[in-house]
């Protein structure tokens, strides 16, 4: 089992940048794949971004080319850098992770704001 903390959100004008941070309760070095989901009001929660404990990284067509996931194993700490916002990538960013023996949910951190504003 493993805590998860989303802190970094915020306010920002399209074509800004803000930078998230997921941090975990223990090490993520043997967790498989962490990753970044968004859910605006209305809609369902959809992947943003993972990272293997390989350093393989999947996104979301949406943002591929403006958004970078990265993992900091000695902080056991996730991060997604995002670049050049706009008023769509406006939703509550979550973390996730999970593992072999964590069922397909895996656990969720409680979210943060990020607002675009144009």
């Known amino acids: 089992q493993v805590q998860l903390v989303e802190s970094g959100g915020g306010l920002v004008q399209a074509g800004g940048s803000l930078r998230l941070s997921c941090a975990a309760s223990?090490?993520?070095?043997?967790?498989?794949?962490m990753g970044w989901y968004r859910q605006a009001p209305g809609n369902q929660r959809e992947l943003v971004a993972t990272?293997?404990?390989?350093?393989?990284?999947n996104y979301a067509d949406s943002v591929k080319g403006r958004f970078t996931i990265s993992r900091d194993n000695a902080k056991n700490t996730v991060y997604l850098q995002m670049n050049s916002l706009k008023a769509e990538d406006t939703a509550v960013y979550y973390c996730?992770?999970?593992?072999?023996?964590?069922?397909?949910?895996?656990?969720w951190g409680q979210g943060t704001q990020v607002t675009v504003s144009s």
């Open positions: 996730n992770a999970n593992r072999v023996g964590w069922g397909q949910v895996g656990y």
């Open positions: 223990r090490s993520i070095f043997s967790i498989n794949v």
């Open positions: 990272i293997t404990s390989r350093g393989s990284t």
